[in-house]
């Protein structure tokens, strides 16, 4: 079982950067794929991007070139570095995790955190 607490969020302008990191506890981090997803109102969870437990990074179309996913298994985190925001990337951020491959949809991921939310104004 894994417990997952997202952070760093918050209210930012177009263009400005931001960092959300996930913080893991319970066992076998490292076995895990973990994933980035995000939901705006009215709208579906739609992937962000996704690390596996060997390192492969993946990303959606929207968001490639500016979001960056990275995990440190010694200090149990996943991050997720967000630069050149958009209005369009506001949503509540959630952090998941997950044994199947290639991890690339919800059902995919057993456990998850609560959520992070990300505003970015014009």
């Known amino acids: 079982q894994v417990q997952l607490v997202e952070s760093g969020g918050g209210l930012v302008q177009a263009g400005d950067s931001l960092t959300l990191s996930c913080a893991a506890s319970?066992?076998?981090?490292?076995?895990?794929?973990i994933a980035w997803f995000r939901q705006a109102p009215g709208n579906e969870r739609d992937l962000v991007a996704r690390?596996?437990?060997?390192?492969?990074?993946f990303y959606g179309i929207s968001v490639k070139g500016r979001f960056t996913i990275s995990r440190d298994n010694a200090k149990v985190t996943v991050a997720l570095q967000m630069n050149s925001l958009k209005p369009e990337d506001t949503a509540l951020y959630y952090c998941?995790?997950?044994?199947?491959?290639?991890?690339?949809?919800?059902?995919?991921?057993?456990?998850w955190g609560r959520g992070t939310q990300v505003t970015v104004s014009s």
């Open positions: 998941a995790a997950g044994d199947i491959l290639p991890g690339l949809r919800r059902y995919e991921y057993n456990y």
């Open positions: 319970g066992r076998n981090f490292n076995a895990y794929n």
């Open positions: 690390i596996t437990s060997g390192f492969n990074t």
